[in-house]
T-cell receptor, first 113, second 119 residues
Framework: EAGVTQSPTHLIKTRGQQVTLRCSPI?????VYWYQQALGLGLQFLLW???????NRGNFPPRFSGRQFPNYSSELNVNALELEDSALYLC????????????FGEGSRLTVL | AQSVTQLGSHVSVSEGALVLLRCNYS??????LFWYVQYPNQGLQLLLK??????LVKGINGFEAEFKKSETSFHLTKPSAHMSDAAEYFC?????????????????FGQGTTLQVKP
């Protein structure tokens, strides 16, 4: 069974640009979570999507946004990139009846120059 | 609000020695607690979880953790370290069963502990 897949794996952008990161969940998983793992800051909760709707978001500015598609895949968009947005962006998915286990992809490493 | 504190950002042990990674949590409700491991250039993988059943939880790769409510701790242990255990370990807390009513969708992670295993 395929795991959580994320694309692209690595990308480099410059300040002010926009980026879109993609996540495909494990088959049968309906919830998608996005986390930012920046150096020295640990894992910070970004967004949670379930059944196509945004259910909760972390303490991030509105330029961080996303969506979930009918097939439960998801996109994370970051506008007006800043240097401090450089991080590993991790997508995790879970089935509807999850007891808390999240299944993580390998992440998209974003470097902002 | 939930929070997690991992004591020690770096832990170094010799191969074959006991591994002890410390985690203390804060939660206003009975917590769900997790340990995840992250190998270099990979995502996170669940080691074990506590969801209010047995207080001693056994996970993969020989790891276990004990939930101690009186100490608000959930320390991770392994009797004998192996070189392949070198990784970053994250403790996490959730205030509810993910997917259940009242679920915030948040899994709050500690800052992580890097485990080094020396030959």
């Amino acid at each position: 069974e395929a795991g959580v897949t994320q694309s692209p794996t690595h990308l480099i952008k410059t300040r002010g640009q926009q980026v879109t990161l993609r996540c495909s969940p494990i088959s049968g998983h309906t919830s998608v979570y996005w986390y930012q793992q920046a150096l020295g800051l640990g894992l910070q909760f970004l967004l949670w999507y379930d059944e196509g709707e945004e259910r909760n978001r972390g303490n991030f500015p509105p330029r961080f946004s996303g969506r979930q598609f009918p097939n439960y895949s998801s996109e994370l968009n970051v506008n007006a990139l800043e240097l401090e947005d450089s991080a590993l962006y991790l997508c995790a998915t879970a089935p509807d009846d999850s007891t808390g286990e999240l299944f993580f992809g390998e992440g998209s490493r974003l470097t902002v120059l | 609000a939930q929070s997690v504190t991992q004591l020690g950002s770096h832990v170094s042990v010799s191969e074959g020695a006991l591994v002890l990674l410390r985690c203390n949590y804060s939660s206003s409700v009975p917590p769900y607690l997790f340990w995840y491991v992250q190998y270099p250039n990979q995502g996170l993988q669940l080691l074990l979880k506590y969801t209010s059943a047995a207080t001693l939880v056994k996970g993969i790769n020989g790891f276990e953790a004990e939930f101690k409510k009186s100490e608000t701790s959930f320390h991770l242990t392994k009797p004998s370290a192996h070189m392949s255990d070198a990784a970053e370990y994250f403790c996490a807390v959730s205030d509810s069963r993910l997917g259940g009513s009242g679920n915030t969708g948040k899994l709050i992670f500690g800052q992580g502990t890097t485990l080094q295993v020396k030959p």
